[in-house]
């Protein structure tokens, strides 16, 4: 697997890139605005049992992974669920924060749930971004399972330099389902800690990942 | 301010305390258990206008901020409250998930909850870490604001290989008071991202810094 491609491809028409770049000596960007984009999943995902279902949205995934978004220059987070009445949920609580009382009792969190996107099916997604940036992002799953070739968090930050568009897709529930993972083009390495646990909440797991590929401090 | 002190006064009966500790080069620490409590404050912490309040526990912070700790390893998750009814509240959710149907429904989320602590002030929480540890803790408070001489991550985490306990206090609502802020023996600097946007959720900051304290992957 070649992560380094060549960045002669990526297109200059993608929203806020720049090519001049700047690292640090670990590979950490400063002050650089990067082409990753965010997916938060609905379906397909599996339920405890590994059966592939539909989740429900969760308010505060939608509040917390948007602050984290705008907080390390994520260009957009996409909400991506096939069912009508969830997509009109999603939509109210954005429009509250974002036009309605919300956006005047705390102009803050107008700014983050601005950034967020409803879309049916990640196809949407990826669809949606090649539009803006006249080249389809590369998919980058997460799993906490076992059993995956695994992208880590030092290539994907050099991915990120190629000047191309990504998009990190976070699944819900237990996860996304294998079938899904499969046709991604890069599983990322799951985030451990040195105790043998592996539940972290999808919010959690957002900020971490998302703190780990684009802070611009040693940590 | 010194930083690496001498751990000879650490005490060796701190639970799980090794003294054989393995680090990497970039002084992060590999499968070994350190010394180091979170703690979650609902008074004294400021509402938007800066006025001093107790804030009401959320659900998910105890879910998000237990599952986190217990993916890192660390010792104890202490809920800070002084209000009977929350206290009681927050004594619910813990005995549900630990002993009522939901530790039969989820055994995972039961061995997260079981590390959460109650207490009524920020000085029963260090009593209670005296205790066990014939030491009090140090005390690492975060702020999102400026003014304040930081503690960096890198120095945290030189910190914590003195073998001594510390504890880690986040605050809720709009942060930790000032005159809170001041009591403390440090405080963290804050998660920064490369936009200037300092609005994480507490949830996100306390994933955040604890993976940056406690991964034993580098980042």
Known sequence: MEYFEDSAEAS???QNLSLTRKSDKRGRFSKVSLNLYVALVHYPVVNKNGDVITSAVT???LHDIARAAKT???KSFYVVTPLVDQKALV???VSHWTEGLGARYNPKRREALELIRIEETLQKVVEDIRKSCSVSPKTVVTSAKNGFRRLSYGNFRGLLKNGKPYLLVLG???GLSDSFIA???YVLAPVKGPADYN???VRSAAAIIIDRLMADETC
Chains 1, 2 share one sequence.
């Open 12 to 14: 200059l028409k993608c």
């Open 59 to 61: 308010n505060l995934d």
């Open 72 to 74: 390390y220059g994520i």
């Open 91 to 93: 939509e109210k609580i």
């Open 172 to 174: 819900t529930a237990w």
């Open 183 to 185: 046709g991604a083009d």
């Open 199 to 201: 539940h972290l909440s």
